[in-house]
Nanobody
Framework: QVQLVESGGGLVQPGGSLRLSCAAS????????MGWHRQAPGKQRELVAT???????NYADSAKGRFTISRDNAKNTVYLQMNSLKPEDTAVYYC?????????????WGQGTQVTVSS
């Protein structure tokens, strides 16, 4: 079992920056691929970025060049640095931990943190 707690959301003006954090507990953090997803009102949840335990990174096209995902395995924490924020980035941002073994797939979600980009 993995518990995930997001923080760092808030209200920011267009062009501003925010750094989201997701603290994990309950299992061996480095075994898990970590990701950030978001869900805007009336829309489906979508992938923002992922990072494997070994550091391989993937970004959605909407995040490339503006967002940076990183992880600190010693602190059991994954981060999402968001720069040049746009109103369309407004959403609830969710942290995800995923691990696949021969016999099981483990998939955990945090409760989300609200990001609002508005002037």
């Amino acid at each position: 079992q993995v518990q995930l707690v997001e923080s760092g959301g808030g209200l920011v003006q267009p062009g501003g920056s925010l750094r989201l954090s997701c603290a994990a507990s309950g299992s061996i953090f480095s075994f898990y691929a970590m990701g950030w997803h978001r869900q805007a009102p009336g829309k489906q949840r979508e992938l923002v970025a992922t990072i494997t335990g070994g550091g391989r990174i993937n970004y959605a096209d909407s995040a490339k060049g503006r967002f940076t995902i990183s992880r600190d395995n010693a602190k059991n924490t994954v981060y999402l640095q968001m720069n040049s924020l746009k109103p369309e980035d407004t959403a609830v941002y969710y942290c995800n931990a995923q691990r696949t073994t021969i016999s099981n797939t483990y998939d955990y979600w945090g409760q989300g943190t609200q990001v609002t980009v508005s002037s």
